[in-house]
């Protein structure tokens, strides 16, 4: 009797950290393919897929922000250029991308600022070789938000104190348990 009262407190408590966890940990994802993290952008021969991709601001106190990341799976050599084709000066070039070669960008708060100033939201982004591998990079939306994993954990923690705090006192052997002992 005992022991299913325990049972049943023990999936309580661990439904109410994952219902915690769970829901603090869930951000809405940014359309289409990215996250609040990661962006995944394959470059193939002679286009961007996708070649429109949203991401959100970073967090401005937290500095949480998504890194995108290009890997060129095409046959060709291709270059990530950020900035409008023809552009003098583009924000950021990859250089020449090999095949199989990866570029890299985190969108953090500098670089936000710096494509914001220039583009507004909507960031457009090119291969130098290759006229008409053409694509856009939408920040927008609210900015990431914090995650607040510690006050889940914490929670967790208090959960996981109270009962402990309860099974110990049950433990302590009663006049019933001694006598079926
Ligand atoms: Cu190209």
């Keep these: 009797m005992l022991r299913r009262k325990l049972v049943i407190l023990t999936i309580l408590v661990l439904a109410t950290a994952y219902f915690f966890v769970s829901t603090t940990l869930a951000h809405t994802p940014s359309p289409p393919i ?8 394959d470059i193939h021969d002679n286009f961007f897929e996708p070649n429109n991709v949203t991401i959100r601001p970073p967090h401005p106190d937290t500095g949480e922000s998504v890194t995108i990341i290009w890997v060129n799976h095409g046959s060709l050599t291709h270059t990530v250029t950020i900035g409008a084709r023809g552009s003098a000066n583009p924000v950021f070039d990859s250089g020449n991308l090999a095949p199989g070669a990866t570029f890299e960008l985190t ?9 914001i100033q220039k583009y507004s939201s909507s960031v457009p982004y090119h291969c130098k070789i290759h006229s008409g591998m053409d694509a856009t990079l939408n920040i927008t939306g609210e900015p990431i938000p914090e995650y607040s994993l510690p006050a889940s954990l914490l929670t967790l923690a208090l959960a996981s104190v109270a009962l402990w705090t309860m099974l110990v006192r049950h433990r302590k052997p009663t006049k019933d348990a001694l006598q079926s002992n």
Excluded: G, P
Aim: aromatic share 6%; hydrophobic share 30%.
């Design 34 to 41: 990215c996250n609040d993290s990661i962006c995944n952008i």
């Design 107 to 115: 969108v953090n708060q500098t670089i936000y600022s710096q494509l």
